[in-house]
């Protein structure tokens, strides 16, 4: 189903919560993803009308974003996966250790959640341990919530003065990583470094908030913890059903399409909406309620199409080593404070919980 949509620069377009138009219109070629031809239906937001820098391949159309998925999924095998499967496991437990030596409330999300995908991100860039902690403060500081325009730039600028020599690093030594990897590649610095960002954006925030909205979700329903202990993988795949973090993504129409009975022209948007989608009453039955034992392939918490998320695999990993290292773990574990007082951000690119408060008994 499609609705009108007024986007804050006075662009006419569509919107859609339908799991069945979405998945529709995320697989026709004839919505393009570009950044230069898309309006956002949030005011500020990034990448509203500019075209994508090089390296930029999640907001291109093929054959240019072709080339770069290629290039990508090469570095994403199966071995580097189970590599990676053992060291998140690892660092979970490392993290872990510092939550348990921490006394009185003890916020998840600043804790556990935040610093496991960004070490995971460490290990798959091949960020050199010495420098890990300040890779990892500038990283979290390009998305914090409080952030003045004047700091979002300088976290920006810190962020791609470090990529950029630690692609120049690459260069001239390259390691057993994905950046090194892809230096033998025909990419320029430019695309290197841009990708470098692509990777961090969509690998560290996402996962960092799913993070916190699964352990929040997993100590507001009595028995769940059980239940993902018994079955972490299928129990992880409703959670992200439940809790999509991404809230929308757009796409601009490159010619009319006829879809649900209308017609869009060529050059109008239609944002699609990920969370409502994975609750749509006609593909998942009760969508509103938990149920960790539910089928649910065919979600689109990682997207649809030739643009699904390049790393899903990687966040998989890290959700079933992560949450149910938690609940085993401290088995007694609780919200400090009442479930009402934890503020579940909407309003946002990323939904999210900024703080977590929990405690246990020893």
Request: hydrophobic share 45%; proline share 7%.
């Amino acid at each position: 189903m499609l609705k009108r949509l007024t986007y804050p620069d006075g662009h006419l377009g569509w919107l859609t919560t339908s799991h069945e138009t979405v998945r529709q219109v995320l697989a026709d070629p004839r919505f393009s993803a570009r950044s230069d031809l898309r309006h956002m239906p949030v005011p500020g937001a990034p990448g509203n009308g500019v075209p994508a820098a090089p390296g930029m391949f999640n907001s291109m159309d093929p054959p240019e974003h072709t080339r770069y998925r290629r290039l990508l999924a090469g570095q994403f095998t199966v071995r580097r996966m189970r590599q990676l499967t053992g060291r998140v496991r690892e660092i979970v437990d490392e993290h872990l250790d510092a939550v348990a030596g921490e006394s009185g409330p003890v916020d998840l999300v600043r804790t556990w959640a935040q610093p496991v995908p960004a070490q995971v991100i460490c290990e798959l860039l091949g960020v050199p341990y010495a420098d890990r902690a300040r890779f990892q403060g500038h990283a979290l500081d390009l998305f914090r919530l409080d952030r003045t325009p004047e700091q979002a730039a300088a976290a920006y600028a810190a962020v791609h003065e470090f990529v950029r020599d630690l692609v120049a690093a690459k260069r001239v030594a390259p390691a057993d990583d994905l950046l090194s990897g892809l230096t033998a590649s025909d990419l320029t610095d430019e695309e290197l470094v841009n990708i470098g960002f692509v990777l961090l954006g969509a690998g560290l925030d996402t996962t960092a908030n799913m993070l916190a909205l699964g352990a929040f979700t997993l100590l507001t329903h009595p028995g769940a913890a059980d239940v993902l202990r018994a079955e972490p993988g299928r129990a992880v795949e409703e959670l992200l059903r439940y809790h999509s973090v991404i809230p929308f993504t757009v796409r601009a129409a490159l010619a009319d399409v006829e879809l649900d009975g209308e017609r869009i022209a060529a050059g109008e948007c239609v944002t699609v909406c990920l969370p409502e989608a994975n609750r749509d009453p006609a593909r998942f039955p009760d969508p509103d309620v938990l149920d960790l034992l539910r089928p649910s392939a065919g979600h689109v918490a990682f997207g649809h199409g030739v643009h699904q998320c390049l790393g899903q695999q990687l966040a998989r990993v890290e959700l079933q080593a992560a949450l149910p290292a938690l609940v085993t773990r401290f088995p007694s574990l609780r919200l400090a404070v009442p479930a009402a007082d934890v503020v579940v951000r909407a309003g946002s690119l990323v939904r999210g919980v900024d703080e977590l408060l929990v405690t246990w008994e020893d």
